[in-house]
């Protein structure tokens, strides 16, 4: 069974850094795009970052310059790292695996359960 497990949100101030990760875990022989996305209360789901397993990059326009992702392909790890921080980027942050090939061959995606990020003015 695949899973995804994120860690290191937390409490910031503004202006601070915090560093996410997420480890996918289960009989995984490849992952095609990992990423994060990101859900404020009252508003739907957006796309943070995402890198491909061959490591090109998207980011969300309003993280540009401030958040990089990146991931280690051999151990099933996406990071976010998020640098000057501001209260609008207070959200529940999820990591993504989209086509995750498994044991029997097919793709799919998945989720993790998400980790909050808070930062006060």
């Known amino acids: 069974q695949v899973q995804l497990v994120e860690s290191g949100g937390g409490l910031v101030q503004a202006g601070g850094s915090l560093r996410l990760s997420c480890a996918a875990s289960?009989?995984?022989?490849?992952?095609?795009?990992m990423g994060w996305y990101r859900q404020a209360p009252g508003k739907q789901r957006e796309l943070v970052a995402t890198v491909s397993n061959g490591g090109v990059t998207n980011y969300a326009d309003s993280v540009k310059g401030r958040f990089a992702v990146s991931r280690d392909n051999a151990k099933r790890t996406v990071f976010l790292q998020m640098n000057d921080l501001k209260p609008e980027d207070t959200a529940v942050y999820s990591c993504s695996g989209q086509g995750v090939r498994g044991l029997d061959n097919r793709l799919r995606d998945y989720w993790g359960q998400g980790t909050q990020v808070t930062v006060s003015s």
């Open positions: 289960g009989i995984i022989f490849s992952i095609h795009v």
